[in-house]
DNA sequence: TTGCGTTTTCATTTTTTTTTGAAAACAATG
DNA sequence: CATTGTTTTCAAAAAAAAATGAAAACGCAA
């Protein structure tokens, strides 16, 4: 119940000494939180953000101390956002994993997959709201207001957040 | 796991006849659901947009089929966002209720009190980070710039987000 | 094509969140 | 100040979301 804030913790299997590895994916892990992102995702994301060298799933999953499971599947979730991205590395046959680091272009595509869609579906659910408009009652007027309310609102969200992520210098 | 959209599904114990109110009351579940709120509270706001006069909470409950419990907890994160408002009525003791409509406002609001939050909190965890900075290693350089970005980040984000507010116009 | 290292899938379990319902608290009224 | 109508609280139940782990699938390389 978001009255507070929705605080996750961080984990404590974590097979590491770096303790900026530990803040980040602290970091990471309310971040994503907010967004509605699992906690794994986070963890992942954030163990990334500060290695140098990419790192292949397995070593995700000994250094988080998660499943493999939990891994590719968050894997998959940053993949499809691009928030990460997959190198090569020569006679290897494992995926090695970085992380995206331009926070603009993140964001812009998180707003394309997970904001987007909804703003699309809340257009046609209004249209629907003229069909449902009762012809005759005198509260007709009173409606209508509403309905243009909320069109509205659609409206300017639907222009403000894609010029957010032009606004987001860094 | 948010890989698609989250589309939660409007109860249909709704004891009401008006298809506008079924469709409101779908729109504020969905966008409730983005920001993470829980459906009753979708539910109720849903039900108070397209109502006239204001409701008492047992009607609210009557309404949406939902227990005493939860609408006086969803009623009371409403309050807590300003997203509704308790209206005097003549001759009845019960508090009534009614929707802010405002969108401008109920989004600051929501900003104060779900989001800077966590940004503060963001700040100090970046500042643990410099002092969880390792004095000697090689990649020093590194870890510096990442840090350095994430504070870009947070600081863009105190700045824009607020401003947000005021560009929505309706 | 077989074997092996790697990754994905998905049914099951675990954890977290939300709802419920009944008791307690409250508050106006007679 | 006792009664009654209303609202809040909170332990327990239900529902939803996330993590696990083992089997299946994949894809090289020998």
Known sequence: MPDQAKVPKV???????????????????????????PRSVGEIYGLLYFSEVPLP???IVAKLGMSLGSASQGLKTLRSLKAVRTT???????????AETE????????LKEEILPHMESAKERIDRMYDALP??????????????????LT???GRLLPALAGLLKL
Chains 1, 2 share one sequence.
């Open 11 to 37: 984990k404590s299997t974590l097979q590491t000494d770096n303790s900026l590895e530990l803040e980040s994916i602290d970091f990471f892990v309310r971040m994503m939180g907010i967004l509605g992102m």
């Open 57 to 59: 799933m397995d070593q």
């Open 155 to 157: 409206r300017a969200g």
């Open 103 to 110: 926070f603009r272009r993140l964001f812009s595509n998180f």
């Open 135 to 152: 012809e005759d009652s005198e509260d007709q007027e009173f409606y209508q207001i509403r309905i243009e309310k909320l069109k509205k």
């Open 88 to 98: 090569y590395v020569p006679g290897d046959r494992r995926d090695h994993y970085q």
